[in-house]
């Protein structure tokens, strides 16, 4: 018996000695109301501080996320309005350019109308300040050689040809005499 009073002693002792892993009741009990105490005060006054700032955040981050809604929305809108008035530019470069070269093509024409009507009307003066000299010159030879044709027929026959009316008669026999052996030379040599 004396082992069994001993391993009795023993569990007594061990019975009031406490466990090193739990704590003893009144600091469960005090640890509990401390807490409690704690809880209700950060759930008062803590929480609704922290939930004030956590909503007033959110607000603002929402607040910014619709002004960047907003302010990509106008961004869009306005790529689309300068795309457009880009497209708008460019065909009216286009039809301006084309004006232009119908405007070119239309005053080189008118150019050239102008420049052919000048060169006809050039041409023509030419033709008759020609034409003009060429019976000067015809006018002057045939006085030139009736002069010398005078001339030589007095020697030839003699006498005196100084009447204007024969002197001219004689001229013009010897032209047109000049002029039918001309045409008849030019006939033979073609």
């Known amino acids: 018996m004396g082992a069994q009073v001993a391993g009795l002693l023993s569990a007594a002792e ?68 300068y795309q457009h008035q880009l497209q708008d530019s460019r065909t009216e470069a286009a039809r301006i350019r084309e004006e232009a070269r119908a405007e070119g093509a239309a005053i080189v024409a008118e150019s050239r109308t102008r420049a052919q009507a000048e060169a006809a009307r050039i ?36 006498e005196s040809l100084e009447d204007e009316a024969r002197q001219s008669r004689v001229v013009e026999r010897f032209l047109d005499d000049l002029e039918a052996s001309t045409a008849a030379d030019a006939g033979k040599g073609n």
């Open 14 to 81: 061990e019975a009031e000695t406490p466990n090193p892993l739990l704590p003893e009741t009144y600091d469960i009990v005090w640890s509990l109301v401390i807490v409690v105490i704690l809880a209700f005060v950060f759930l008062k006054y803590a929480l609704p501080k922290i939930q004030k700032v956590l909503d007033e955040r959110t607000e603002l981050v929402e607040g910014g996320l619709a002004k960047a809604e907003t302010a990509q929305a106008e961004a869009a809108a306005a790529l689309e309005e």
């Open 123 to 158: 041409v023509e003066n030419a033709q008759r300040q020609i034409e003009a000299e060429r019976q000067q010159a015809e006018v002057q030879l045939r006085t030139e050689v009736g002069a010398l044709a005078t001339e030589l027929a007095s020697k030839i026959v003699g």
